[in-house]
T-cell receptor, first 116, second 114 residues
Framework: AQKITQTQPGMFVQEKEAVTLDCTYD???????LFWYKQPSSGEMIFLIY??????QNATEGRYSLNFQKARKSANLVISASQLGDSAMYFC?????????????FGTGTRLQVFP | NAGVTQTPKFRVLKTGQSMTLLCAQD?????MYWYRQDPGMGLRLIHY???????AKGEVPDGYNVSRLKKQNFLLGLESAAPSQTSVYFC?????????????FGQGTRLTVV
C-alpha cells in the first residue's frame, strides 16, 4: 500500500546551517514520483522539488536538494544555508503510476524552525 | 490567472447541518483532489477525481460525498456535519497523469462544526 512516513514532528536549525528533513515511503509500484511541499504559517502549499523513481541523479532546486536512496525507500529533503523564512511545515508526498488510481498521498509533516 | 479557488474560506456549522465546499480551477487540469488537514495528521486524501464525471475514494472518505459534473469544478459535500469534521480542507489539482506534474492548491477552507 502507498504510504509516506515523516518521523520528525519538529526540527530546529540555526540560520545559515543546513538541515535534513526525513521522508520514507512504501510502494509496490516501480514507477512513482516524490514531492516536497512547504506550508508557511499563512497556510498556502508551495511546491519545492520533485524526484522521479527512475531519475538517476538527485533533484536540486536552488537551496533545496533531495537525497534519494531508492533501495532504502527514502527521499530526504536537504535545505542548505537555512534562512528565517524557511520556518514552516514541510510535507513529503508520493504519486504512483497506476492507471485511473492516481492518488497523491502526503506524510504527516515536519515543522522546521530556523533561529538566528 | 486565479489557479485553484476554494469557496468559502471560513465556515461554522452546527452538528447535523449540511454544506458544500466548492473548488474551481481555471487551468484545465484533469485531476482534482480534496484533502483535510488536522494537527499531527498531515494532509489526508478524502476523495479525488481523474476526470469529469469520475470520482474515487481516498484515505478518509466516510461522511463526505463529491461530484465532478464539470471539469473545472470539484464539490465536496457534508450531508450531516459532525464535530470530527472540524478541519482545514484543501483542494488541489494536477494537469495530467505524468508523475512529475506538481499539484496546485487552493487557499484552504477552515471549517468548524459545533
Amino acid at each position: 500500500a502507498q504510504k509516506i512516513t515523516q518521523t520528525q514532528p519538529g526540527m530546529f536549525v540555526q540560520e545559515k546551517e543546513a538541515v535534513t528533513l526525513d521522508c520514507t515511503y512504501d510502494t509496490s509500484d516501480q514507477s512513482y514520483g516524490l514531492f516536497w511541499y512547504k506550508q508557511p504559517s499563512s497556510g498556502e502549499m508551495i511546491f519545492l522539488i520533485y524526484q522521479g523513481s527512475y531519475d538517476e541523479q538527485n533533484a536540486t532546486e536552488g537551496r533545496y536538494s533531495l537525497n534519494f536512496q531508492k533501495a532504502r525507500k527514502s527521499a530526504n529533503l536537504v535545505i542548505s544555508a537555512s534562512q528565517l523564512g524557511d520556518s514552516a511545515m514541510y510535507f513529503c508526498a508520493m504519486r504512483e503510476e497506476a492507471y485511473n488510481t492516481d492518488k497523491l498521498i502526503f506524510g504527516t509533516g515536519t515543522r522546521l524552525q530556523v533561529f538566528p | 490567472n486565479a489557479g485553484v479557488t476554494q469557496t468559502p474560506k471560513f465556515r461554522v456549522l452546527k452538528t447535523g447541518q449540511s454544506m458544500t465546499l466548492l473548488c474551481a480551477q481555471d487551468m484545465n487540469h484533469e485531476y482534482m483532489y480534496w484533502y483535510r488537514q488536522d494537527p499531527g495528521m498531515g494532509l489526508r486524501l478524502i476523495h479525488y477525481s481523474v476526470g469529469e464525471g469520475t470520482t474515487a475514494k481516498g484515505e478518509v472518505p466516510d461522511g463526505y460525498n463529491v461530484s465532478r459534473l464539470k471539469k473545472q469544478n470539484f464539490l465536496l459535500g457534508l450531508e450531516s456535519a459532525a464535530p470530527s469534521q472540524t478541519s482545514v480542507y484543501f483542494c488541489a489539482s494536477t494537469r495530467d497523469t505524468r508523475l512529475n506534474t506538481e499539484a496546485f492548491f487552493g487557499q484552504g477552507t477552515r471549517l468548524t462544526v459545533v
